[in-house]
């Protein structure tokens, strides 16, 4: 079997995004399912090591146009993000500036009791970098073989036969 540089390419893709999701999936993360009644609030906590990227999720179940209040602080109450989600599902990321516990305070402001699922992460974006590079190669090979595929492409028509 003779490897080409199209295959080669398609390869360290492959490889790259596996490498990616591996480590994604290995990271540290909490994962906490709650039912809070009208203005009734919880918490979930984790560490963080500065540089890190972090994300959090939050998903309501049983959605039917209700919000909930987030607010994320470090371990001096220092608010670093914060927000309402009116969405079955939102995720979204901060950067971390300082190591240490960081905490999701998760406020209820729906009429009626309400579930939800928060999970609060790391994606270990330093541990990233190697797979992501790989891919990124992968994709430039990619990109590369195509178009000297296409430069070489000719279509011949005669113009009497274009209507």
Do not use: C
């Not at 490897?3 to 893709?13: M, P, V």
């Not at 371990?75 to 670093?80: L, M, S, V, Y």
């Not at 990124?136 to 178009?147: A, D, K, M, N, Y």
């Amino acid at each position: 079997m003779r490897l080409s540089l199209f295959k080669i390419s398609i390869i360290l893709i492959i490889i790259g995004a596996s490498g990616t999701g591996i480590i994604f999936s290995e990271s540290d993360k909490i994962q906490k399912f709650m039912t809070l009644k009208l203005t009734e609030f919880d918490e979930v906590s984790l560490y963080f090591e500065v540089g890190d990227i972090a994300y959090y999720k939050i998903t309501i179940p049983e959605f039917e146009g209700q919000g909930v209040f987030y607010r994320i602080v470090d371990e001096n109450h220092n608010t670093i993000s914060k927000g309402i989600s009116e969405t079955k599902m939102s995720i979204k990321y901060f950067d971390v500036k300082k190591s240490g516990i960081h905490t999701m305070i998760v406020t209820n402001l729906s009429q009626e009791s309400m579930k939800y699922e928060i999970e609060i992460g790391s994606t270990d974006s330093n541990k990233i970098i190697i797979p992501t590079g790989i891919m990124f190669i992968g994709g430039l090979l990619l990109l590369f073989t195509s178009f000297m595929k296409l430069k070489n492409y000719r279509i011949e028509q005669p113009d009497e036969n274009i209507r």
